[in-house]
């Protein structure tokens, strides 16, 4: 199973009381639902892939109405896709219509969020919970990217939704797609925000684990990029420091150089590929006298500077 699906499976498995499961349920029928007219007055459809899902909205339904629900499956033969299955809710539909807030008045289209269903803290917790149960999605963490969404075909909806998700300070975003529009969360500490309002205690710890995991493997894969480019900074800075060295012991009288360039050329030469922090420690092993980085660089910039100066004398 993928780390969305048992996300999911862990968040069916809390139990709730009766104003949550309200928000919960108003959740559900508002984001996978609809509202038809039929020869027996209204009645409400649900659908779903997740047979686990469709499950809980019956369990919740007859918890909150002592009704019976109507549950039909259809097999889509397209790619091997999974079943989907109907919820139908035929009685008392009115009522909880009304109750869970899935009609404006007068009106024939669902609206945003019934702030009588998530008064209550747990309650606003409860309504994100179904929200994510019906239409959400989470990318692994082990993922390239952290991602988490919310799909609304509603656009009030889906804005009430991100006003909800950011009571929590979750910094949800909304954006526009083909089928509708998504409430989303892109920053991996935000997500791990999310998945504890909700209640996925489980996902949490894993989504956790593997998030601390990859950051410090890309944490230690900076630092080893880090050394490396040092490193090939330094031999690139050594090899045109010895190009310089053979201009000058091959053009000029060494011994008549300054002691300052002669004891830089001596330590380059014994130590080919060292940095100039590391000739700075071995300055006193070789010369008897400590010299600074500062000084070190200092020095082949003028050895640098007269190599070239020497080799454009040679092409005037």
């Not at 919740?60 to 033969?77: E, N, P």
């Not at 606003?124 to 239409?135: D, E, I, T, V």
């Not at 209640?199 to 710890?205: E, K």
């Amino acid at each position: 199973m993928s780390f969305a699906s048992n996300t999911k499976s862990e968040l069916l498995s809390l139990k709730a009381d009766k104003c949550c499961e309200l928000a919960e349920l108003s959740a559900l029928l508002t984001l996978n639902g609809s509202i038809n007219l039929s020869s027996d007055g209204l009645r409400i459809e649900f659908q779903t892939t997740n047979i686990q899902i469709a499950r809980k909205v019956i369990k919740s339904t007859k918890q909150l109405y002592h009704i019976d629900v109507d549950i039909l499956s259809k097999k889509q033969m397209k790619l091997k896709k999974k079943d989907i299955y109907f919820v139908i809710i035929r009685n008392r539909a009115n009522e909880i219509i009304n109750k869970l807030g899935l009609m404006n008045t007068g009106e024939n289209f669902l609206q945003g969020i019934d702030d009588t269903l998530i008064i209550k803290d747990c309650c606003k917790k409860a309504y994100l919970r179904g929200a994510f149960l019906a239409s959400g999605s989470i990318n692994s963490p082990t993922s390239s990217s952290y991602h988490l969404e919310i799909h609304s075909n509603d656009e009030v909806h889906v804005n009430a939704l991100k006003d909800l998700m950011n009571y929590y300070n979750l910094n949800t975003k909304v954006a526009k797609k083909k089928r509708g529009y998504i409430a989303y969360i892109k920053e991996s500490e935000k997500i791990s925000d999310f998945l504890r309002a909700v209640g996925a205690i489980s996902a949490l710890f894993e989504f956790e684990d593997e998030r601390i995991k990859r950051d410090f493997v890309n944490s230690i894969t900076r630092v080893m990029n880090m050394e490396i480019a040092n490193q090939n900074k330094t031999l690139v800075a050594a090899n045109k420091q010895l190009r310089s060295i053979s201009v000058l012991e091959n053009m000029v009288d060494v011994s008549r150089l300054p002691n300052s360039m002669k004891e830089a050329i001596e330590l380059r030469k014994k130590f080919p590929e060292s940095s100039l922090s590391e000739l700075s420690y071995l300055s006193y092993e070789v010369i008897n006298k400590r010299i600074s980085k500062s000084a070190l660089n200092h020095r082949f910039r003028n050895i640098n500077d007269l190599s070239d100066q020497i080799l454009e004398g040679l092409n005037e």
